[in-house]
């Protein structure tokens, strides 16, 4: 499992840019781990138990310290599966106050679409939930090294959570930042706009995306959040037209359709995914 050390001690695997339904597909998000002088963090654990046990892997030949967290940025397959891998640890699941739910309402979905990344017939003990959970904000201490989570009002997701190391100031953004990769809304579009502006006026040393590679510090990280807000502001202004000019969902996806593409990955299949969302939400409004 290549490995990016982003700061010392501070070590991300970062994910494949491929679809969700596509071979390697366990392999899409990126993950991280954090070592302490007491024992290991965990960020994220991958799409399937085999990416987990090849994250675990990869933490033995770096350091020998026990796992004592494995923290979930939120529910998604690609972050959350491999969780399975680390029961044996003894490590406490950490995740947003959201994510209890949102799993379990997940776990008939994930056992019926992805049973091939569970380990075993047993997928059902792997589908692992956070027994710690964070409402607003937590302080998890490595030994030398502590650990700001953050839980954030609907965004990407109902249950993101992001993670600081306070001593490398490294920002560990889960999927409130995709570079490169469409931007997917499973949660609340003003809230994603707000968490962006948040953080993108945090003062971080390095920012480590939940999909694509890591933007440089300074100024490319700027971009990258910028991006992402432009992307999500455009999306909200289409759809805001489509539903002051009477358009029907149906047709609203249709001239989603045909549009040109966004600079963005995936951008066919995510775009009208999102367009479905936000009009959704909006027409109620
Ligand atoms: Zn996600």
């Not at 699941?93 to 799993?103: C, D, K, R, S, T």
């Not at 490169?180 to 003003?190: H, K, V």
């Not at 805001?240 to 609203?252: M, V, W």
């Not at 549009?259 to 066919?268: A, D, I, Q, T």
Request: aromatic content about 6%; some cysteine.
């Amino acid at each position: 499992m290549p490995l990016t050390e982003v700061a010392p001690g501070d070590y991300v695997h970062l994910g494949r840019p491929l679809p969700l339904d596509a071979p390697g597909h366990d392999d899409i998000a990126n993950l991280g781990f954090i070592i302490g002088t007491r024992c290991v963090a965990v960020i994220d654990t991958g799409g399937s138990v085999r990416m987990g046990q090849a994250l675990r892997a990869a933490i033995a030949t770096r350091t020998p310290r026990p796992i004592c967290f494995v923290i979930n940025t939120h529910g998604h397959v690609d972050h959350v599966l491999g969780n399975g891998a680390f029961v044996d640890t003894g490590a406490t699941f950490v995740g947003h106050a959201a994510l209890p739910g949102a799993l379990t309402r997940s776990r008939s979905f994930f056992l019926e679409n992805y049973h091939d990344d569970l380990a075993t017939a047993d997928g059902r003990a792997q589908l692992v939930l956070p027994t710690r959970t964070v409402s607003d904000a937590l302080t998890l201490d490595l030994g030398g090294r502590r650990l700001t989570l953050r839980a954030w009002p609907p965004a990407h997701t109902d249950a993101d959570l992001t993670v600081t190391d306070e001593s490398t100031r490294v920002l560990y953004a889960g999927d409130l930042l995709f570079v490169g990769r469409a931007p997917a809304l499973d949660g609340r579009l003003e809230g994603w706009l707000a968490a962006i502006d948040a953080l993108a006026a945090t003062a971080v040393a390095r920012t480590v995306p939940g999909h694509g590679p890591l933007p440089a510090p300074g100024a490319p990280t700027a971009r990258a959040w910028a991006a992402e807000r432009a992307y999500l502001t455009a999306l909200q202004a289409e759809v805001r037209g489509d539903l002051d000019g009477g358009l029907s969902l149906e047709d609203a996806l249709r001239k989603a359709a045909t549009e040109p593409h966004g600079p963005w990955l995936l951008w066919e299949s995510v775009h009208p995914r999102n367009v479905a969302r936000v009009y959704r939400d909006l027409e109620w409004r």
